[in-house]
C-alpha cells in the first residue's frame, strides 16, 4: 500500500521523503501527512462521481491520470501547527485540489495543449466545450465543498478563485504598453499559482485550528514558493522528458506563451540574444499558422542553454530564500523544518 499512496507520488517527483522530511524531527510527520493524502485522495474519489454518465467521465479523468497533490500535502503539514489533519482539513485540501484540477482543464483549452500529466488533454478527447464545461463543474464542486466550512472558507475560495481567473486573463492579454514583462510575468505566477498554494498553506492552519497569527506568514510563504515552483517549470520546460512530465519541452513558447527564460533573453542586447529571440516569435508565428511545431525545436535547445534561463534558476532560488525568510514567526521544530525544505525542494527539483 505504502508504494503506491499519493505521498510516494509527490516524493518522486519534488523529493520530499528524501529532502522535505529528511531531517529527524520532520521525518516523523510523513507518516501523518501520507496518511492525510490518502484521505484526501478517498474525498477527491467520493467527491468526482457524478451520476450523469458523461461528466462522470470527464470530471474523473484527469483526477485518474494521476497528479502530485502538491497542494493537499501543504495543507496537511500546516495543519500540524493546530490539531492535525482534522476532517475539516481534508476537506479543504480536497476543495482546493477540485480547484487547480479544474483549472488544468481550463488552461489546457487556452494553451491549447496536447497532452496533461501523460495522456492526451481532455479537449483532445471531449473537445473545448466540454473541456471547459468540465472544469467549472469542478470549480462548483469546490465551492459547494468550501461552504460547508463556513463563510471564511467560502471566502478563502472565492478570492482565490478570483486570482486565478486574473493571472488567466493578464497571462492571455499580456503585458501593455508601459508594463515591465518581467515583473507583469511574476505577478501572473503569483495569481496563478502561487495564490492556490498560499491557500492551501493558510487553510491547513485556520481548519485546524492554529494560532491566527501564523495564518499571514504561511500566506506569504505559500506564495513565494508558489512563484518559485512556477519558475522551476519554466527551466525544466525547456529540458523535460516528455515521458515522465506528459508534455512537449516548450510547450508554453511554442503556444506563444512566453516564460521567464524567454522574457529575459528579450532583456539581452548582444547580437546573438536578439537573433535568437527573432527566431522563436518567428517560429511561434509560424506554428499559429499551422506549421510543425518542430520547428522551434533548435531554438528552444538554444534557448535551453542561454544565460537566460541560468538567470531564471537563480530567480527561482531567490523566491525560495524569501519564502522560508517568511517562516520566521513560526516555532522552532518539525512542520518549520520541513516548510523550509519544501521552499528548497521547488526551487531545485534536479534530484
Not at 469542478?138 to 471566502?155: E, K, N
Not at 482565490?160 to 492579454?173: D, N, S, Y
Amino acid at each position: 500500500m505504502a508504494g503506491s499512496i499519493p505521498g510516494s507520488r509527490v516524493a518522486r517527483k519534488l523529493g520530499l521523503t528524501d529532502r522535505v522530511f529528511a531531517g529527524v524531527r520532520s521525518r516523523r510527520l510523513l507518516s501523518t501527512v501520507e496518511k492525510g493524502l490518502i484521505a484526501v485522495d478517498a474525498t477527491l474519489e467520493k467527491e468526482l462521481r457524478v451520476t450523469d454518465a458523461l461528466a462522470d467521465a470527464t470530471s474523473r479523468y484527469l483526477f485518474d491520470a494521476g497528479g502530485k497533490r502538491v497542494r493537499p500535502m501543504l495543507a496537511l503539514l500546516t495543519a500540524q501547527l493546530g490539531d492535525g489533519a482534522t476532517s475539516d482539513v481534508v476537506q479543504a485540501a480536497t476543495a482546493l485540489e477540485l480547484t487547480h484540477l479544474g483549472s488544468l482543464y481550463h488552461d489546457d483549452v487556452m494553451d491549447e495543449a496536447d497532452r496533461r500529466r501523460g495522456v492526451p488533454s481532455a479537449h483532445a478527447v471531449w473537445g473545448n466545450n466540454v473541456a471547459i464545461l468540465t472544469g467549472d463543474l469542478l470549480f462548483s464542486r469546490a465551492s459547494q465543498i468550501m461552504s460547508r466550512l463556513g463563510d471564511r472558507a467560502t471566502r478563502i475560495q472565492a478570492d482565490t478563485f478570483e486570482r486565478l481567473v486574473l493571472g488567466q486573463m493578464h497571462e492571455t492579454v499580456g503585458a501593455q504598453p508601459g508594463d515591465d514583462p518581467v515583473a507583469f510575468y511574476l505577478q501572473v505566477l503569483a495569481d496563478k499559482t502561487g495564490s492556490l498554494i498560499a491557500a492551501a498553506a493558510q487553510s491547513g492552519v485556520i481548519f485546524s485550528g492554529g494560532d491566527p497569527a501564523f495564518e499571514e506568514p504561511m500566506v506569504v510563504f505559500g506564495e513565494k514558493a508558489g512563484v518559485a515552483f512556477q519558475l522551476l517549470d519554466d527551466v525544466i520546460d525547456l529540458s523535460a522528458d516528455p515521458n515522465e512530465t506528459g508534455k512537449v519541452p516548450g510547450t508554453d513558447l511554442r503556444a506563444g506563451v512566453p516564460t521567464m527564460p524567454f522574457l529575459l533573453l528579450g532583456e539581452q542586447s548582444d547580437a546573438a540574444s536578439r537573433a535568437l529571440r527573432d527566431r522563436i516569435d518567428d517560429g511561434v508565428r509560424l506554428i499559429a499558422d499551422g506549421a510543425d511545431p518542430a520547428i522551434l525545436d533548435v531554438a528552444l535547445t538554444e534557448l535551453r542553454d542561454h544565460p537566460a534561463t541560468q538567470q531564471t534558476l537563480d530567480l527561482a532560488h531567490t523566491w525560495s530564500g524569501e519564502a522560508i525568510a517568511a517562516l520566521a514567526p513560526l516555532p522552532d521544530g518539525p512542520v518549520r523544518e520541513a516548510l523550509t525544505r519544501f521552499a528548497e525542494a521547488v526551487a531545485d527539483r534536479s534530484s
